[in-house]
DNA sequence: TCAATAGTTCGATAATCTTGAACTACGGGA
DNA sequence: TCCCGTAGTTCAAGATTATCGAACTATTGA
């Protein structure tokens, strides 16, 4: 068994392990996709496509370690979904605000829906 | 001369610098304390005292090229402060939330002053 | 001019990021 | 049940970045 996925309390969520996650401009699209909704939360369709798999995964995992995501095993694929309600109960406003100032990422997944 | 201090204008103020820059304890601590105004604003005063100062002007350059923080030679010593206006009209919230949710960062600079 | 103070720059070591390659886990046939 | 394809993880190596002592620069004051 791949070692379970390791999830910190929320007690022990830190407000710059938070930060750290959200500076990277490939993990803040992440978060942005997730809470957007407007797509599956697996870790493929998430992070930029461009992306090697190796790559993303360890995106996911600093997200995961920052307490930031919650990854689930669901059949072949891992689930994610933001632990937005114990971040907003620790560092109220934090990620709203940090969303509300993130701008899409430009990047080779430009599908169809150009801007 | 001592290459002059490197200032991005308000429109190339990046979001990724900006929480990069904050997402360090040590930086946090500093933007903490340029804030709240109970010490002179010199980087000595400003920064932990038990760290190295090669490691303080480091801190202090990062802060500087995020965006977050003006640097001007005052006689020996440099005077920093905030660039809070232009952050917020960027980013609206987001440093805000951030120093409400800061805690003092623990550190051989106790005083006096115990918790 | 000399010494002292406040920061910066340099150089070396240590830690972290990126990415290809190999590996693990699960589901779907035949 | 065995084999294969898909989804992610782990490993290893090279590239970035951080930390900190030592040397350097700038400014003030005696």
Redesign the interface.
């Known amino acids: 068994m791949q070692r379970p996925f390791l999830h910190p309390p929320a007690e022990a969520i830190r407000?710059?392990?938070v930060?750290?996650a959200?500076?990277?401009?490939v993990r803040?699209e992440i978060v942005r996709r997730l809470v957007t909704g407007d797509c599956p939360l697996n870790c493929s369709t998430a992070a930029p496509a461009h992306l090697p798999k190796s790559t993303q995964s360890h995106h996911f995992q600093i997200l995961r370690e920052a307490g930031l995501i919650q990854s689930e095993r669901r059949g072949t694929e891992v689930v994610n979904s933001l632990r937005l309600d114990e971040i907003e109960a620790?560092?109220?406003?934090?990620v709203?605000?940090?969303l509300?100032?993130?701008?899409p990422l430009k990047c080779p997944d430009a599908e169809k829906s150009g801007s």
Chains 1, 2 share one sequence.
């Open positions: 407000l710059e392990s930060l750290y959200l500076a990277d401009p803040l620790k560092f109220p406003g934090v709203a605000a940090i509300k100032a993130a701008k």
